[in-house]
């Protein structure tokens, strides 16, 4: 029975230092078997923004917990527009991950990462027919029974993005990438970019969307706001339900809110029933 950490946006150069410290004390106390980190490390992809994020990833794994992740758009430079298409991830193959598609195989689950940042659509994110062929190729190796979790920075649906009626773009080429979703089977959709958590099932979305559910986690660490307080997702994969517990800044720590269990039934997610967390 896997746990994950889901964290996003981190946004280093625009971070709280409380709230960094705070997420590194939670990670220990949860012991997840994998934190997943989907974007956005930096918040103008400088250097001295990624050399903290580094620290942080160096502490994480210092603890004894792998890391898997993915760049962000804003771990893409802005204003050097030199280095933002010839070189516009070279920093983060430097102080994160040289793997840019990264995959991780748990007991009972593997995650698969992609990259969807790209240099000419700085805040919209796109995949790559080569990406596609990752992805399928990736999960057909993945035992019978076990989970398989897609994580990628920008969402593939356009999801709300405040309180209103405003709606995120949907991921570049999202009818390619729902058809290899539902072809290679994945169960869990991980992403970030909006600065909102939200949970829900794909076909709430797009009929033909395969049987995912689309988990969204807010910003970890970030002083940019959406609306809503800072968070970060742990999930829970026992046996085939998913419990999925946000976790909330409070104003001295992260406070975990009650966990909801997600069961799929012909195909559609919905809540079993909500558990209420012991701290």
Known sequence: ???????????????????????????????????????????????????????????????GHDVLAVPGNHDVPLYDAFRRFLSPLTRYKRYIDDELCPMHELPGATVLGINTARSLTFKDGRVSHKQVRFIREGFARTPPGAFRVLVTHHPLFALPVSDGPALGRAIGRQEVALDVVEEAGVDLLLAGHNHRASVHDAQDFVTRAGGSLVVQAGTATSTRLRDEEQSFNRIDIEGEDVV????????????????????????????????AEAH
Not at 19 to 40: C, H, N, T
Not at 52 to 58: K, P, T
Not at 258 to 267: F, K, P
Request: proline share 2%.
């Open 244 to 275: 999925i517990t946000v976790q909330r800044w409070g104003g001295s720590g992260f406070v975990s809110g009650d966990g909801q269990r997600y069961r799929r039934r012909e195909g559609r997610w919905s809540v079993e029933e909500h558990l």
């Open 1 to 63: 029975m896997p746990r994950l950490i889901h964290l996003s946006a981190l946004h280093f150069g625009a971070h709280d230092d409380r709230l960094v410290a705070a997420v590194e004390a939670r990670i220990l106390e949860e012991k997840p078997d994998l934190v997943v980190i989907s974007g956005d490390f930096t918040q103008r992809a400088r250097t001295e923004q990624f050399k903290e994020a580094c620290r942080f990833l160096g502490r994480i794994r210092d603890g």
